[in-house]
C-alpha cells in the first residue's frame, strides 16, 4: 500500500512540473511576441490621375497608296527610264514608248485643223459680204442662206478636227509612260524592245507608297461597343485619337493616328478593324509586316491604379486587399475592378484617393495586426 501510495505521489509530481513548464512556455512565447517588432511591408498610397484609355492590339502594316503601271498606248518600249526598285516621283517618265506613229497623227490632225480653219474664215467673210449686199438686191436670200449653212457646217467640221487633235496630242503623250504615284518602284517586267498594248492585263511595274504607311488592327466589337458606351455616359472624354506603334522588341516606332474603324461586323470573328496612320520616313516598315498598336480612344478622369500583385481572389472570383489604416493596422476590403492597364488594375470601386494598399507581405499579417508600412510608387520604387 505504501508503494502503491508513493508512486502515486511521484506521477502527480511530475504532471505538475511539466503543466507548470508548459504555461512558462506559453507565457514566454506571449512575452516574445509582444517584445516583436512589426511585420515591415510594402504599401502603395492611392492617387487620383488622369488616365489614357487605351488599347494594345496586334496590327499589320499596310501600303497607303499601291499602283499598277500599264500602258495606255500600243507600241514597241524603246526605253527604260527608272532603276528597279529605286524611289520614284509621280509624274517621272517610266517608259518610252516608239512615238513615231503618233507623231504623225498629230501632224495630220493639225493639218486638218488649219485646212478647215482656211475654209472657214473664206465663208465668213463671203457671208459678211452678202448680209451687206442683201439691201441692195445685189445677192439673193437663198446665197445668203447657203453661205450661212457653210460658215456653221465649217465650224462644226473644225470642232470635230480639233478634237481629233486633243486625242492625238494624248495618244502622243500617253506614249511617255508615267509614274502616277510617288514610291518605290518594282522590278520591270518587260524590257526594251517589248511589244505592249493599251489595257493589257500584265503589269509592266508596280509602284509602293510607303510613307506615310498605315496599320489595321482588328478589335472585339463588344469592347468597340464598350468604349463607346463609356463616350456616351461621359465617363471617357476625347483626347485627339493618338496611336502609337511598338515593335516586337517594345521600342516605339513612330506615334500616329487613328484614321477610322469598319462599321461593318466580322461575321466570322465578331471583329472591326481599326485603321491608324504613322510616318515611315526611313521606309523600316513594309507591307504585310506585323507589330502591335496601341490606340488611344480617351481619356478617363479622376482614375485610380491599383499594381495586380495587391489583389486576392476568392474561389468566387472576389477581389480584395489588405489596407493598412492610420494606427497601422491592417485592414481588408473588398474592391471591384475595372480592367488591366499594364501591371496595374483599373479601380472601379471599393477604394479612394489617400488609401493604404499592401502590394507585399500579404501572406504574414492578418486582420487587425500591427505593421511597419513603407511607402513606394506603383512600380515598386521608394516614395518620396
Known amino acids: 500500500m505504501k508503494k502503491t501510495f508513493r508512486t502515486l505521489f511521484l506521477a502527480l509530481s511530475v504532471s505538475s512540473l511539466m503543466a507548470a513548464c508548459s504555461d512558462g512556455s506559453a ?39 499601291v499602283a499598277q503601271v500599264r500602258p495606255q498606248v500600243s507600241g514597241i518600249i524603246t526605253k527604260r527610264h527608272f532603276t528597279e526598285g529605286s524611289q520614284v516621283e509621280a509624274g517621272q517618265t517610266l517608259y518610252q514608248i516608239d512615238d513615231t506613229l503618233y507623231k504623225a497623227d498629230v501632224n495630220t490632225a493639225k493639218a486638218q485643223v488649219r485646212s478647215i480653219q482656211v475654209q472657214l474664215e473664206n465663208a465668213e467673210r463671203d457671208l459678211k459680204r452678202y448680209k451687206n449686199l442683201i439691201q441692195s438686191k445685189a445677192v439673193s436670200q437663198q446665197q445668203l442662206d447657203q453661205t450661212q449653212a ?13 478634237a481629233q487633235l486633243e486625242s492625238a496630242e494624248k495618244q502622243l503623250e500617253f506614249s511617255k509612260v508615267l509614274a502616277p504615284i510617288s514610291g518605290q518602284i518594282s522590278k520591270s517586267s518587260v524590257t526594251e524592245g517589248a511589244l ?38 461621359g465617363e471617357l472624354q476625347q483626347s485627339g485619337q493618338k496611336a502609337k506603334l511598338i515593335l516586337n522588341d517594345q521600342t516605339v516606332a513612330s506615334d500616329g493616328e487613328i484614321l477610322f474603324s469598319e462599321v461593318q461586323v466580322s461575321s466570322l470573328a465578331d471583329t472591326l478593324t481599326v485603321r491608324a496612320e504613322f510616318a515611315n520616313k526611313e521606309q ?20 485610380i ?80
Open 305 to 384: 491604379l491599383l499594381p495586380q500583385k495587391a489583389v486576392m481572389f476568392t474561389p468566387t472570383g472576389e477581389a480584395s486587399v489588405f489596407t493598412v489604416n492610420n494606427e497601422n493596422k491592417v485592414a481588408p476590403k473588398v474592391v471591384q475592378l475595372d480592367r488591366a492597364m499594364g501591371q496595374n488594375w483599373l479601380v472601379k470601386s471599393g477604394l479612394q484617393a489617400g488609401d493604404k494598399v499592401m502590394v507585399t507581405g500579404l501572406q504574414k499579417v492578418q486582420p487587425q495586426m500591427q505593421v511597419n508600412p513603407n511607402v513606394v510608387d506603383l512600380n515598386g520604387q521608394k516614395g518620396q
Open 196 to 233: 505592249v498594248s493599251a489595257g493589257q492585263s500584265q503589269v509592266l511595274a508596280t509602284i509602293t507608297q510607303l510613307n506615310p504607311i498605315y496599320f489595321d488592327a482588328v478589335i472585339p466589337s463588344k469592347t468597340m461597343q464598350d468604349i463607346k458606351s463609356r463616350f456616351k455616359s
Open 27 to 65: 507565457q514566454d512565447e506571449q512575452a516574445q511576441q509582444q517584445q516583436r517588432p512589426p511585420q515591415a511591408v510594402d504599401v502603395v498610397e492611392l492617387k487620383t490621375e488622369d488616365l489614357v484609355f487605351n488599347q494594345e492590339l496586334p496590327g499589320r502594316a499596310v501600303a497607303k497608296a
Open 150 to 162: 457653210s460658215v456653221d457646217g465649217f465650224k462644226a467640221q473644225l470642232a470635230v478636227a480639233k
Open 284 to 303: 523600316v516598315i513594309l507591307p504585310g509586316m506585323f507589330a502591335r498598336v496601341s490606340l488611344d480612344f480617351g481619356i478617363r478622369k479622376n482614375s
